[in-house]
């Protein structure tokens, strides 16, 4: 059996936390000893949950905290811009990267910078991209593979990838079959970025497995506390018991000297109330919280000493089905289900409380402000309609009992919707979801659970199944081929990131084809017939995208929301304080 994790996409997390800033000073101050380094300090606080790995291609390492301590430290090919336009890492590269279809395949070809040097002072080369590709493009031992890769999208679709050229800084890479996202490969901003060669490969896929499952537990930082871009985070610089990281300028960066001397990452959970109070006091520098009405009133209350921005971005709420759990594995209860909601009165009572562009989302693939965006919703998912819902769970077989709740073969038709902890936005979404149910005869229950992004170890968890029913977010990329891995069929026990474990070959065939096509517009039919095909399972219900809030003291120049997988540090390096 072969085994394939496609495209990731990052999960969006939210965890409370104690603000500990006292170790580290306040929003700006001296500190660092780089010559070559910028003035003062900057304390960003993460609001999603301090990470558990550090390594970015396997499930423990998937997580939004993870991406924004990684993004100046693994290079990448590639960066996304605030836009959504994509760019060549010139840091990294000499030249734009090419593309080569004369001799029938798909060939890219990158030219390194004579500069470019790991923290540790051996020279990025082809050997670091080769291994990039060989550790990332199979999840089956068969063919040493692991199956603890999270994403072989477009990887699995190369033949190779050779050196050439003064001290091996040409990179050719040439591909069994096309993959239109070729960008997104080799790229940090979607995916993990180019990793280092000399400290991680080995001639056995066993042990080399070994190295890939295990990654880089946060406890013990970064192998070799390596870096190739202009941060790095020394072993020394992480207190995981005060949920705090500190980057320092990479001693061996070619590029632009930082802006800053320290860049601290300070985990201080979801709770507004702590993030209004630390950019308030000064000790935080910069936040990202999931905005709330409450919250965002306050932080515009502070200006002109602090700055804040909503910004739409490659982010979407939705609602999954564990398809596996007793009447979730009926499409009749899912599509009544979805026929109950009234996803726009949802959003009216969450995100259209601060933004009047909030509206719902009728598409899993593309969003609301893409121009590939299509409405695909059959009628009946658009508005509530409670009368069609119970007509449905009544020609399943259900029937209405005394207590108001639908029942058949003495199951009642009660289910748990689990969501992350200390989350007031979804906390809202499901409680405005419960009685939008029980008009239909369905019995919704609201769960926060703290182990809902944990691994296949933990029972309750989305990779376990261990639930009924979830809401969470995806944060995607401009590159769409990455969505591939959420809806594709489970193999096996190899459930990628279909947590609902549902598909169809159909749509397996249709992505096959979306991941390879060279013509936009021809790409972006096919993945609006996916996502039509997707509303026929009706296994995850899209609610809205997610808007993104940024706040930051006035007094540092620099800060831009970028609500790509990039995220808020993507340009942290070339930020200064007065």
Request: proline content about 6%; aromatic content about 8%.
């Amino acid at each position: 059996m072969k085994f394939s994790k496609r495209g990731a996409v990052l999960v969006s997390t939210g965890v409370a936390g104690a603000m500990v800033l006292s170790a580290c000073g306040g929003g700006s101050g001296s500190g660092g000893d780089s010559e070559s380094s910028g003035e003062g300090r900057v304390v960003f606080g993460e609001s999603t949950d301090f990470p558990e790995n550090l390594f970015p291609n396997i499930a423990a390492g998937n997580a939004t905290s993870t991406a924004n301590i990684i993004h100046g430290i693994l290079p990448g090919a590639f960066n996304a811009l605030p836009d959504f336009s994509i760019v060549y890492n010139e840091d990294l590269l000499t030249e734009e990267p090419t593309l080569d279809t004369s001799s029938g395949a798909q060939v890219n070809t990158y030219q390194i910078s004579p500069d470019a040097v790991w923290s540790d002072g051996t020279p990025i080369t082809a050997a670091d991209f080769e291994f990039t590709w060989r550790s990332s493009r199979s999840g089956d031992p068969a063919d040493g593979g692991c199956p603890a890769n999270l994403s072989t999208t477009g990887y699995e679709q190369i033949a190779s990838v050779e050196g050439s050229g003064d001290d091996d800084k040409t990179v050719t890479v040439t591909y069994e079959t096309p993959f239109s996202d070729w960008q997104s490969l080799f790229s940090g901003d979607f995916g993990g970025g180019i990793l280092p060669a000399h400290l991680m490969d080995d001639d056995d896929p066993a042990v080399l497995c070994d190295t890939l499952t295990k990654g880089w537990p946060v406890s013990e930082g970064i192998v070799g506390d390596i870096s190739g871009g202009p941060w790095q985070l020394t072993a020394d610089n992480i207190d995981v018991g005060s949920q705090i990281v500190i980057l320092t300028p990479n001693p061996e960066w070619w590029g632009e000297p930082t802006g800053l001397a320290q860049l601290i990452i300070q985990n201080i959970g979801n709770d507004p109330t702590t993030a209004v109070q630390g950019i308030r006091s000064g000790e935080l520098g910069v936040i990202y919280p999931q905005p709330q009405l409450d919250l965002v009133d306050q932080i515009e209350g502070l200006e002109p000493n602090v700055s804040s921005e909503i910004t739409f971005g490659l982010s979407f709420e939705h609602l999954d089905f564990n398809t596996t759990y007793g009447p979730l594995g009926e499409l009749a209860v899912r599509q009544a289900f979805t026929m109950a909601l009234d996803r726009q009165e949802i959003v009216d009572q969450t995100v259209g409380q601060f933004s009047s562009d909030a509206e719902v989302l009728q598409n899993r693939i593309y969003f609301n402000n893409q121009p590939q965006y299509q409405d695909t919703a059959p009628d009946e998912y658009k508005t509530q309609n409670t009368e069609l819902a119970k007509q449905t769970l009544e020609g399943a077989g259900w029937v209405l009992g005394p207590d108001g709740v639908y029942a058949k073969n003495g199951q009642r038709l009660t289910v748990q919707i689990d969501t992350t902890t200390n989350n007031p936005l979804r906390q809202t979404t499901i409680e405005v979801m419960i009685p939008q149910l029980a008009e239909a005869g369905i019995e919704a229950t609201f769960n926060a659970n703290p182990d809902i992004f944990e691994s296949a170890e933990s029972p309750t968890s989305l990779e376990a199944g261990g639930f009924q029913a979830a809401v969470f977010a995806w944060v995607g990329s401009p590159f769409r081929a990455a969505t591939q891995s959420i809806y594709s069929q489970p193999q096996g026990d190899n459930v990628q990131q279909n947590y609902s474990r549902q598909g169809t070959q159909e749509i397996d065939d249709l992505f096959a084809q979306f991941v390879s096509e060279p013509d936009p517009d021809r790409q972006a039919e096919l993945g609006n017939e996916i996502d039509a095909l997707l509303w026929g399972q009706v296994a995850t219900v899209p609610l809205y995208q997610k808007p993104t809030f940024i706040a930051y003291q006035s007094s540092i120049s620099g800060v831009e929301d970028n609500s790509t997988q990039a995220g808020p540090l993507w340009n942290s390096d070339t930020w200064t304080v007065q």
